[in-house]
């Protein structure tokens, strides 16, 4: 099964952006250790960071995965785009986020993405992704081509 990791704007700052919320593992030290546990169950991890959202909407029209893990980033909040493109994605998605964002500011606690992400996992820290890859190989399969 071929999974798609996505992040989106500031992920690629992880471990140095603002650790004492988001902690000190970075964005690749994260990824390599989902590749490990994905190639021990015989799974692919593909994967894109941007902080553009068209480039992120591209990449899902591709549809050459079998899951979903994002961690939408501040798209979270407002961006109705991402959230269409995830509902014609036609797999499960889990969503993660590394703090609590229902304990942070007001307009975090906003999700627009409700509905549309099967399974979703917050204040976990980096190991939330690990979470949530756990999910979707327990939860997916690949997808059948007709």
Not at 110 to 119: E, K, R
């Amino acid at each position: 099964m071929r999974i798609l990791v996505l992040n989106g704007p500031n992920l690629g700052r992880l471990g140095r952006r603002q650790p004492e919320i988001y902690g000190y593992v970075t964005l690749p030290e994260i990824l390599a250790t989902l590749r490990e546990r994905a190639a021990d169950d015989g799974h692919e991890i593909a994967d894109l960071q941007t902080n553009h959202e068209g480039v992120l909407i591209d990449r899902l029209e591709q549809r050459d995965y079998d899951a979903i893990l994002i961690n939408p980033g501040a798209w979270t909040h407002y961006s109705y785009a991402i959230r269409d493109a995830l509902a014609a994605s036609d797999v499960n998605v889990a969503e993660i986020h590394i703090s609590e964002v229902s304990e942070r500011e007001p307009f975090r606690q906003i999700n627009v993405l409700d509905g549309v992400c099967a399974h979703q996992v917050t204040g976990k820290g980096w190991m939330g992704y690990l979470a949530a890859l756990d999910w979707l190989i327990e939860n997916s399969a690949p997808r059948r081509i007709a």
